[in-house]
């Protein structure tokens, strides 16, 4: 018999998920059919009832195999072009099976019973279920010795099909046997038209399935987009609603068009390894409880080198401190059937003049006392770290084991070209070589038209692949903008002092000519006259009622923000003392929409706009809380914050009882700096529970420190808990005030 290969058996029944089992209520995990249900159930073969059962237990009836055998052999388009009327008189044309059976029997998979019906809800039998498996498979009755049921019988035993299955012919099959028996025949082999043919299994002959092991991710492969892998047949697209797949791991696939749309199962599991030394195919290692090993890679494993396969011999060439390990059990989990191996991961460089030890930072890249710093193959202090020097953090792919890589190759000289050109340049003339510009390079200062021009002359910063890192004028500050901490006008003569924070985190004093006690507490380019002198340019704030961040694709509004973004978060501007600042890394920065007042400015530079520099005020909630005014009364007003009532005798505007406030606290209210407004509001709770509360449609999750407060028809306001709000029920307003984070701070909700 010729298979027809078809892929249309994914397409059969749409509501199964593209991605994972959804667990049966009545199948446990320990249940020898297990892995079997939840197959067949991925892939849309065998399906539960509306009540989430698949009733394990139950009679498999003829109607019902009839569609199963179908849908497993690809032919649902069939059946649906075949619905209506049958040579059946039992087999109405509006029976829901109709198709199915006439597929079915038009194949040779069924047959009618001897009185000439069909016998629909009859329980299908034990031979009945062999001989169609079998004839699924390709047999015949040519093929086989002997006569019906008992040569069937014997041959589904012989291919693998009813092993371990203690039926008697007539008996009927439970759908828990049924699904056992149709999962073997997925991977039996077809019946071979000739010798010569390599065998295949049944899932392949229809492309239902096939095994991958997934050698690459976007995570180690730059190449790759984040919804790629490299596998080691191909890369593929993964769709939307996969979850992220297991790097190393072994996975039954079905792929259509270059896109993984259904994960069947995990087939294997990994071992991890962080090779701390290497000498030839010997690594040290470190062990789950923190002591160091050696173990000898075995000669039988299939290894894989950033996707590519490798010789066992070239190995020693590539080994070495933080090279990530992932080893694939094989099918008996008595060793390894393949080993994937990635390079050291690197951090984006720094530059040395960006050094704060006082915070034990190099620019982004943390540090503590227990971690190497390493230049030129010796530990160095991080003191010794010099200006130029150009340094990375080096982790495994786990980010588990680290160190710092310290890199002092630079060079001076004088540009002669930009190749092939100034705006699209990829390579750099100094005097008489030729250099490459590497992936972390700022091309944009390169293509402004004012810096670094044909014989000027300038300082090149290599990385550790011997590319361009970043190029520099001799003696320039790499700073060359700060935050104005302080401002003291001259006593006698021009000479005014400027107190800067400088994006490498440290504070500098020097003194300008240039006059404006407004500096304070701002964003200022300056320029060095000498040691001592600089004068100064304020950078004029670019500011917008709210900002809309996306952190994952980096990106403020509709621009990027660059690699080496610097943030000053203001936290306090008192006039008799220095403004109190601190830098932010981007990991720091809050997800989606921030509200009016807390970006003050947005610098961007380059052709396209790319936000390098952010101003902030108290961006993470340090300074300020929400409060809301529970009572007015000559003239002073009380202000519930975090659940106690405070008295405050200044003006809030507008402000009415029920009305929420942003106020600064030093023990009680300093001030209230005005009225703020819910991020969402309704008159409904959908629903809520003791972490996470739904309005319009949109799931909100808790701050532990959640406040609720509630405003009564007396206009009264009281702290409520979780259990006092009222699911479904129609207030007069529920609004949710949010935090940096969009978690909920606090709620209030009103009667009237």
């Known amino acids: 018999m010729k298979l027809r290969i078809t892929m249309l058996i994914i397409l059969v029944v749409m509501a199964i998920s593209t991605t994972a089992f959804a667990e049966f209520s009545d199948v446990k995990s320990d249940a020898s059919y297990y892995d079997a249900v939840k197959r067949l159930s991925v892939f849309g073969i065998m399906n539960g009832d509306n009540f989430n059962k698949f009733n394990p237990d139950s009679m498999l009836t003829r109607e ?23 040579v059946f008189p039992d087999i109405p044309s509006s029976s829901w099976a109709s198709g199915y059976i006439n597929v079915a029997v038009s194949k040779g998979y069924l047959t009618g019973m001897p009185d000439g019906k069909f016998h629909p809800t009859d329980k299908v039998t034990f031979a009945q279920v062999c001989t169609v498996l079998v004839r699924v498979l390709g047999y015949t009755d040519q093929d086989l010795k002997g006569f019906w049921p008992d040569n069937y019988i014997e041959k589904a035993k012989i291919i693998g099909l009813a092993n371990g299955v203690k039926l008697q012919a007539v008996d009927g099959v439970p759908r828990w046997t049924a699904a056992v028996m149709i999962n073997s025949m997925l991977s039996a082999n077809i019946k071979k038209t000739n010798p010569q043919e390599a065998d295949k299994t049944f899932s392949q002959s229809i492309d239902l399935y096939n095994t991958y092991i997934v050698l690459a ?29 297991e790097l190393g791991a072994k996975y039954e696939f079905y792929v259509k068009d270059d896109k993984i749309t259904k994960v069947y199962n995990k087939l294997n599991t990994m071992k991890n390894y962080t090779v701390i030394s290497a000498s030839d195919t010997k690594i040290t290692y470190r062990n789950d409880e923190g002591n160091e090993e050696s173990y000898v890679l075995p ?10 396969k490798q010789t066992y011999d070239n190995l020693k060439n590539i080994l070495q401190s933080n090279t990530s390990i992932i080893f694939g059990e094989n099918s008996s989990k008595k060793g390894y059937e393949y080993a994937l191996i990635f390079d050291p991961v690197y951090s984006k460089p720094e530059i040395g003049s960006r050094l704060d030890i006082s915070k034990k930072k190099i620019g982004s890249i943390s540090y503590d006392d227990d971690m190497a710093i390493i230049r030129n193959s010796t530990l160095i202090k991080a003191a010794s770290i010099e200006k130029y020097d150009v340094c990375y953090k080096i982790t495994d792919i786990w980010g588990k084991n680290s160190y710092i890589l310290v890199v002092d190759s630079d060079i001076s000289g004088k540009i002669q070209a930009f190749l092939p050109n100034k705006v699209t340049a990829r390579q750099l003339q100094i005097d008489s070589k030729t250099y490459e510009f590497g992936k972390d390079m700022e091309l944009g200062k390169i293509r402004n038209t004012t810096l670094y021009n044909i014989n000027d002359e300038v300082i ?46 440290t504070t500098v004093s020097y003194k300008t000519k240039d006059a404006n006690s407004s500096y304070k507490g701002t964003l200022i380019s300056y320029t060095k006259i000498d040691d001592e002198y600089i004068s100064v340019e304020t950078i004029p704030y670019s500011t917008s009622s709210q900002y809309m961040v996306n952190k994952d694709e980096r990106m403020i509004g509709s621009n990027l923000v660059t690699d080496d973004v610097k943030i000053f978060n203001i936290l306090s501007s008192n006039v008799d003392s220095d403004t109190k600042v601190e830098i932010l890394n981007w990991a720091d920065m809050p997800y989606g929409d921030i509200p009016s007042g807390r970006i003050l400015h947005v610098n961007k530079s380059g052709e396209f706009g790319d936000i390098n520099i952010i101003v902030a005020n108290d961006l993470l909630d340090q300074k300020y809380r929400m409060g809301v005014v529970s009572k007015i009364s000559g003239g002073r007003y009380s202000i519930m914050v975090d659940g106690k009532e405070y008295s405050y005798g200044g003006n809030v505007t507008s402000a009415q009882v029920g009305t929420a406030v942003i106020v600064s606290m030093s023990g009680g209210i300093e001030a209230v700096l005005g009225i703020t407004y819910s991020y969402n509001k309704s008159t409904v709770i959908q629903a809520y529970d003791s972490k996470r509360i739904k309005i319009n449609d949109k799931v909100y999750r808790f701050r532990d420190d959640m406040v609720i407060y509630k405003k009564g028809i007396d206009d009264n306001v009281t702290v409520i808990s979780k259990d006092e709000m009222v699911r479904d029920k129609t207030y007069a307003d529920v609004s949710l005030f949010l935090d940096y984070n969009n978690m909920v701070k606090m709620i209030l909700i009103s009667d009237v």
């Open 64 to 86: 019902q195999f009839a569609k199963i055998i179908v849908v497993a052999a690809g032919l649902s388009d069939d059946a649906n072009s075949l619905k209506g009327s049958t």
């Open 460 to 505: 090149v910063l290599f990385g550790y692949d011997g590319k361009i890192i970043d190029v520099l004028y001799p003696d320039q500050d790499t700073t060359n903008y700060g935050f104005v901490l302080n401002y003291t006008d001259a006593t006698s003569g021009d000479s005014h002092i400027i107190k800067l924070l400088l994006p490498n985190n």
């Open 217 to 245: 991710n976007s995570k180690t492969m730059e190449k790759l987009a984040s919804n790629q892998i490299m596998t080691d047949k191909g890369v593929f697209y993964i769709d939307d609603d996969i979850s992220e797949l």
């Open 299 to 308: 000669d039988k494993t299939t290894y894989y080198y950033n996707g590519e």
